[in-house]
């Protein structure tokens, strides 16, 4: 149940090349929704859609469920990522107990879809552990404070977190967490789906759409996608103007093998920065250990290797039944300015277009409440959360605490007046990519496994950031906004929607 490249060797949650769904856009259709983005938002939000009788059709540029969402390392969790003492202080209580109360609700959700349509994806429940690491800015003194003032008894302090081979020291407790097989799981939505009347494409981009009128969707290939309601569930909203509320993060993640049974099925999170999120696959003889961590601003460093390095010396210095390195992959999350995710309306201006975007490192419940939440609201019903996920709500936190995000989006403009990387294409190795000055402008170079050099702008289709080589990925990524493109040229991860713009060769 992963997929692999062996030439990079990374390797990821994928249930087959061709993902969960394969049928192709052959003409023009309507429909009484159209969703964008065939992941877990998406595909939730088309469940629940479909389930009441309303015609959807799901497109994705890629293969249903083979984006964004087949590289999580699938927690499902109520303890959420920015902690609750911010969540209280940034929106007040009552946000925060409902904050917490509808990631509950997304593992009972998924828990309910999982038994009533008999998805055999690994669902379990298991305790998740919040403890404390060297130089850390968190206080779990003050997020049980926060927790019991809420009313969320069941948060405990307890000595060490369940686990005989890792001394965690004092952690948090949160009871009742979950994990899954996200592809299995997408699998299972996906078949449901499509008995229920709904339609999946994939390798069908997006491009443009309307709102306002008659709303429709218009595809690469120029094919129009006429629909009642729109749903932007893409990792980032295509055609939205959302970039200084959504900095884009790369998480890193290993799975090592471990004698089966060795390890506690437990989830932990430490309270680093970055921090590091643990949990087991069970496999047939053998058990995988799932370490992630080592999150960076997309584009602001080129060293994955080294970060896999750093995840297999943490891991192995702390659980001595690892025995080797099976996996690593990366991904890319979107952070918000306040702590959570934004789902409802895109605007007023277009009512009938709705957004899920901003994972905020809890990306497979954020994606379940975002599907119960946009279907509510197409459906007309009422919603205890619409307040709290409002998009157009306004950022709460100080100026002390958005500024450095700011800069981190800004200081990468300054490689226009920069040096490139190396002088001359002679200097990049095969799989290799480096950023070429030529006079006023700059070239992203790759050579690829057969010496071919593919030669694009390195100016970001965007807003014209420079963008940088990924080694890990082979990818191009923007530095400023996380737009990121393949090597040649063509755009994987939006805001950026057009490809890395050709050079001339001169003859």
Known sequence: MWKSDEGRNISYWQTSEEGVAAERLAD????????????????????????????????????????????????????????????????????????????????????????????????????????????????????LDTAHRLGLEQIEMVDRAGLKE?????????????????????????????QNGGRLFSNTRAVEWK????????????????????????????????????????TYAIGVRIPKGSV?????????????????????????????????????????????RNLWKWTAARFPSAEKLLHKWSGQCFETHDGLAFIGRFSDDEPNVFLITGDSGMGMTHGTIGGMLVSDLILGRENPWSEVYEPSRLATQSIVEAVPEVIKSTVPFVDHITPGDVSSVDEIGK???AIIRDGMSKIAVYRDDEGKLHKRSATCTHMGCIVRFNSSEKTWDCPCHGSRFGTDGHPINTPAMSPLAAVEEET
């Open 264 to 308: 506690e099925k437990v989830l932990l999170w430490d309270t680093g920065d970055p921090y590091h999120y643990i949990r087991i696959q069970e496999e047939d003889g053998y058990d995988v250990l799932i370490v992630g961590g080592e999150d960076h601003r997309t584009g602001q460093a080129n060293d994955g290797e080294e970060r896999f």
């Open 166 to 194: 890792f001394d965690t020291g004092r952690a948090l407790r949160f009871p009742n967490q979950g994990q899954f097989h996200i592809l299995k799981y997408l699998s299972g939505l996906a078949r449901i789906i499509e």
């Open 431 to 433: 799989g290799e990519g």
């Open 211 to 250: 709102g306002e009128g008659s709303p429709r969707v218009k595809t690469g290939d120029g094919r129009i996608v006429k629909a009642g309601s729109i749903v932007l569930a893409t990792n980032y909203p295509i055609m939205s103007k959302m970039f200084a509320k959504l900095p884009a993060y790369r």
């Open 28 to 143: 023009s259709i309507e429909t009484d929704v159209c969703v964008i983005g065939g992941g877990i938002a998406g595909l939730t939000t088309a469940y629940f859609l479909t389930k009441t009788g309303k015609q959807v059709v799901v497109i994705d540029d890629g293969p249903i469920g083979g984006g964004e969402t087949a590289r999580t390392t699938a927690h499902l969790s109520n303890a959420i990522d920015d902690r609750l003492y911010r969540i209280a202080k940034w929106h007040g209580d009552d946000k925060a107990k409902l904050a917490f109360a509808s990631h509950s609700r997304a593992i009972e959700e998924i828990e309910k879809i999982v038994t009533t349509e008999q998805i055999d994806c690994d669902f379990s429940r298991l305790d998740g552990y919040l403890f404390e690491s060297e130089g850390n800015d968190d206080d779990l003194d003050e997020e």
